[in-house]
């Protein structure tokens, strides 16, 4: 759906923004209401082939190329198709492959070129999610790859270990790119994460997850949101990961350690495991927690990051879903069938987290999440590429107050920095321990808020802005997106 034919929305759509049809928990059924009913997809149609069956993919760990010191990783963003199920080719973009693309690691102090060509025949933008680079390099709609073309986002890897992401950032376009399948996941690496005895076996029990859901029809991707959907957020009733539907993950009876990335473009995801065993969840965002939190549930909101160990050394001979119980749907199936061949022991103490003084804020910023007659705008405004709505003096502290007066859900994601969650709902006791660490995605659920204390450091620029936008696909091209300059 184009934004000029997204702001023509009937009174029934606009009414959902008042009334929140859609918004909050879903029932576990794959209906889509009304949505449904006003066009877009519907319910998944399956080819007479069936779901191709496959253990879990995981995705290639590139190694780049030294060329003068720099580390270039070379990615081609390419029109392919994926073989989701038997006999059916489905259309997809991939990036060095047919579906997704590969992992980027680095190390704190790399020097860096992240090299896009675009053989997409059409414009799109490369954007390093959760890196802490410079405006000209955050790959947003103002640094465009023409078909044909190349750009490279170069720069020094400054900051704690954590597992980010890259993804397309095409205005007005972003959810239908990500949807045909750009992302990847980058994996930054420092002494400390080096040093500490974790599951470090890359795609052995160290293992990738991007999770997503999907429309197919006759097994073709079905990117067509309904009005009713772009307001409540395009969730699809095929649930995979990795690019793979029901996949089985073989795994040895030990600790098991997964970096998990909600990948959906507008999903809640409610994640565990069948058979209700607990797990530690180790990282947040941008990085490792204090020490570890035992969970049984982790929610994460559309582009949210967690790090999670799970000890199946008890699991031997057993298999294990791993789960998603919003929508009661299962990603994939572990198979622990692998006596282990290198142990690994938790620690209690992961890392120590410099923290910002909410007392030394020199001011409060606020945004509202908001929607009049189906336009999503933030402090009352939409996204306008040529409009800088926001300038943010480099070290100063800040809190930034972000309320979501609709009732349906959102985030909020700040380009260039992480920050810390010191209140939700206008309380700091309702931040969960898990939530204690570096972040760049905030869930907030409907009628919510949260205050967040930022400082944008190392990078400033008068002329080229970072965005702060809301992180469920549909409602940023749909105009819930701001910019900010980083003045000296």
Request: aromatic share 8%.
């Amino acid at each position: 759906m184009k934004r000029r034919d997204f702001l023509t929305l009937s009174g029934v759509a606009a009414l959902c923004i008042l009334t929140g049809c859609g918004g909050g928990k879903s029932n576990g059924s794959n209906s889509m209401g009304m949505g449904g009913m006003m066009g877009g997809g519907g319910s998944s149609t399956i080819p007479t082939g069936g779901i191709k069956t496959s253990s879990l993919p995981i995705p290639e760990l590139l190694t780049p190329t030294d060329r003068g010191g720099v580390k270039h990783y070379d990615l081609t963003l390419q029109k392919a198709q994926h073989d989701f199920f038997n006999g059916i080719k489905t259309d997809t973009f991939g990036i060095n492959s047919t579906y997704l693309g590969p992992t980027l690691l680095m190390k704190n102090g790399d020097s860096v070129s992240v090299n896009y060509t675009n053989n997409l025949g059409e414009l799109v933008t490369m954007h390093g999610h959760g890196m802490h680079l410079p405006p000209s390099m955050d790959g947003t709609a103002h640094q465009p790859i023409n078909d044909g073309e190349t750009w490279s986002a170069t720069y020094t890897v400054n900051q704690k270990a954590c597992t980010n992401w890259y993804h397309p950032h095409t205005m007005d376009k972003t959810a239908e790119h990500v949807y045909k399948g750009l992302a990847g996941l980058i994996m930054i690496e420092d002494a400390e994460s080096i040093a500490l005895e974790l599951p470090k076996r890359y795609g052995e029990d160290d293992i990738p997850l991007v999770l997503q859901d999907r429309f197919f029809n006759n097994g073709q991707l079905n990117y067509n949101p309904s009005m009713m959907q772009v307001m409540r957020g395009y969730v699809g009733d095929i649930f995979m990961a990795n690019g793979a539907i029901d996949a089985t993950l073989d795994v040895e009876a030990k600790e098991i350690r997964f970096r998990i990335l909600n990948g959906s473009n507008s999903s809640i995801y409610e994640l565990g495991f069948e058979d209700g065993r607990s797990f530690k969840q180790i990282a947040t965002d941008n990085a490792f927690l204090e020490a570890p939190v035992s969970l049984s549930r982790l929610t994460l909101s559309p582009a949210e990051r967690a790090e999670i160990v799970v000890d199946l050394s008890d699991a031997m001979g057993k298999t294990i879903a791993f789960k998603d119980f919003r929508h009661n749907k299962t990603f994939f199936t572990i198979d622990v069938n692998k006596t282990a061949t290198i142990t690994t022991s938790l620690p209690s103490t992961l890392t120590t987290l410099e923290k910002l003084n909410p007392s030394d804020a020199v001011r409060t910023r606020n945004f509202v999440l908001d929607g009049s007659m189906g336009n999503f705008q933030i402090n009352s405004k939409s996204m306008d590429i040529n409009r800088i709505d926001e300038r943010v003096p480099l070290g100063d502290i800040e809190v930034w107050e972000v309320r979501n007066n609709m009732m349906v859900d959102h985030n909020f994601h700040i380009h260039a920095t992480h920050f810390f969650l010191i209140e939700r709902d206008g309380s700091s006791a309702n931040v969960t321990a898990n939530e204690k660490g570096y972040k760049d995605v905030i869930y907030i659920p409907a009628n919510g808020s949260v205050k967040v204390i930022v400082q944008m450091k190392d990078y400033a620029d008068n002329s080229v802005p970072y965005m702060y936008h809301c992180h469920f696909l549909e409602h940023e091209d749909a105009g819930m997106m701001g910019q900010f300059l980083v003045t000296n």
